[in-house]
């Protein structure tokens, strides 16, 4: 049937200001409308009740690995952890192998996405040539083989004149530009934790805060000079936050996102010395943990995204400063989200979909996503809030096992995805 009736569920939609039970009406495609009560005659019933329906979660921070790492995650896989954990669209980074520096890698992944995904998937562009943050990437024809947004992400681009005129570049192409922002000198190379009373208690070598916090200042004060559309990623420290909301306030399109670990997660659990903890940036300390909780209620964070990053175990079962940094985290991101935020009452359902569907949509120009407004793409998120289970890692989608939610048991999961009016197959 060419219509579709997702009935009785309520319906979360902060692009329209809506929490209420209501009937979506899919046809095409596409949203028709939102009702109350409508004739099932000649459609397809998805009935909904206790359930809640959102526009299509998305991820804007997604580790692909492929090209090049296919042994760590494919396209394929990737998507379809995506679907798993109830995400309707991803966005992959280009630190892949070869770097998405180039038509070339962007054609490809794209290509291969169309074939092979189940979810949407838009690549996201190098800012400089091979990452390096010397050489300015050519970011016209990036942008023209169908590049969404620009990153060096895993690094700043230490050039400050460069990245102006990467800005610059970016501003008049109206992409958005992701920063991993992080001072590479205060950084230094041999960190393994956030510097601090528990790097010296564990005698590991330590990463000052003040590494990301120095490099938001600057990169935001190069996004005023060059007028660009600046979303600082992965950010873990309240200063970070407060750097990005004065921004704001300075008329700036400056925003940030967070992840689940940096809200979960503390570094006293680095006690043992556990490598799934190690990421970039590292898990703070807990008053870094229940700022950010705060700042995500406040509305000081726009979006919360997995940073989602597959690695073999081999590279992370190693002493942990030789391990590989992050952990994979499409399929807990959504369970972890409504255990630890909505449940425990410190951000609602709106606030939620806001995070991880509408304005990760606003802030990438997806004008068709992130909303269940008439005439939208029919991508759709269907959430039973009390489904309890437990994280089993073995059970991933991924190919990627690296991760510290294993045996946790959350409250709360995708039930059913809808993308462009079609229902996938979560198997879960």
């Keep these: 049937m060419s219509k579709i009736i997702?009935?009785?569920?309520?319906?979360?939609?902060?692009?329209?200001g809506l929490d209420e039970v209501l009937d979506v009406i899919i046809e095409k495609n596409k949203i028709k409308a939102l009702k109350k009560n409508v004739s099932e005659e000649e459609s397809e019933i998805i009935d909904a009740k206790g359930k809640i329906v959102t526009p299509g979660l998305i991820d804007m921070h997604v580790h692909l690995r492929e090209p090049g790492r296919e042994d760590k995650e494919t396209i394929k896989t990737c998507s379809e952890a995506a679907a798993a954990g109830g995400f309707t669209t991803i966005f992959g980074m280009?630190?892949?192998?070869?770097v998405a520096d180039n038509q070339t890698v962007i054609e490809y992944v794209n290509s291969k996405a169309r074939k092979e995904a189940v979810v949407n998937i838009y690549s996201v562009a190098n800012i400089t040539k091979k990452g390096q943050g010397q050489e300015m990437s050519e970011i016209a024809d990036l942008k023209k083989a169908?590049?969404?947004?620009?990153?060096?992400?895993?690094?700043?681009?230490?050039n400050s004149g460069v990245l102006r005129h990467a800005f610059e570049y970016a501003s008049e192409l109206g992409m958005p530009v992701f920063s991993h922002s992080e001072d590479p000198d205060l950084a230094g190379t041999e960190w393994a934790m956030n510097e601090g009373y528990m790097s010296t208690k564990l005698g590991l070598p330590g990463k000052p805060k003040e590494a990301e916090e120095v490099a938001i200042a600057r990169n935001i004060e190069i996004a005023r000079l060059a007028?660009?559309?600046?979303?600082?990623?992965?950010?873990?420290t309240e200063t970070s936050a407060l750097l990005v909301s004065q921004g704001r306030e300075k008329g700036l399109e400056v925003t940030c996102d967070t992840c689940p670990q940096f809200f979960t997660l503390d570094e006293t659990l680095l006690e043992n010395y556990d490598p799934k903890l190690k990421m970039n940036p590292p898990i703070r300390e807990k008053a870094e943990l229940e700022a950010i909780k705060r700042r995500l209620a406040d509305g000081t964070i726009d979006a919360i995204t997995s940073d989602h990053a597959p690695h073999l175990l081999v590279e992370?079962?190693?002493?942990f400063e030789n391990c590989e940094n992050g952990i994979v985290g499409l399929e807990t991101s959504l369970g972890l989200v409504l255990t630890f935020l909505v449940h425990k009452g410190i951000i609602d359902y709106q606030r939620m979909v806001q995070l991880m569907s509408h304005n990760?949509?606003?802030i990438s120009g997806l004008q068709n996503k992130g909303t269940l407004a008439p005439g939208a793409d029919a991508d759709i998120t269907v959430i039973d809030p009390e489904k309890e289970w437990t994280v089993n890692k073995n059970a991933f989608k991924s190919k990627g096992r690296n991760t510290p939610f294993h045996g946790w048991k959350l409250k709360g999961r995708a039930e059913?995805?809808?993308?462009e009016g079609h229902?996938?197959?979560?198997n879960i």
């Design 360 to 362: 990760p949509a606003q």
């Design 6 to 16: 997702i009935k009785n569920g309520r319906v979360v939609d902060p692009s329209q």
């Design 146 to 158: 169908g590049a969404i947004a620009l990153s060096d992400d895993g690094v700043d681009v230490p």
């Design 227 to 236: 007028g660009v559309k600046l979303h600082i990623t992965h950010i873990n």
């Design 423 to 426: 229902f996938i197959n979560l």
């Design 416 to 419: 059913k995805i809808m993308i």
């Design 94 to 98: 280009p630190n892949t192998s070869p």
């Design 316 to 319: 992370k079962d190693l002493e």
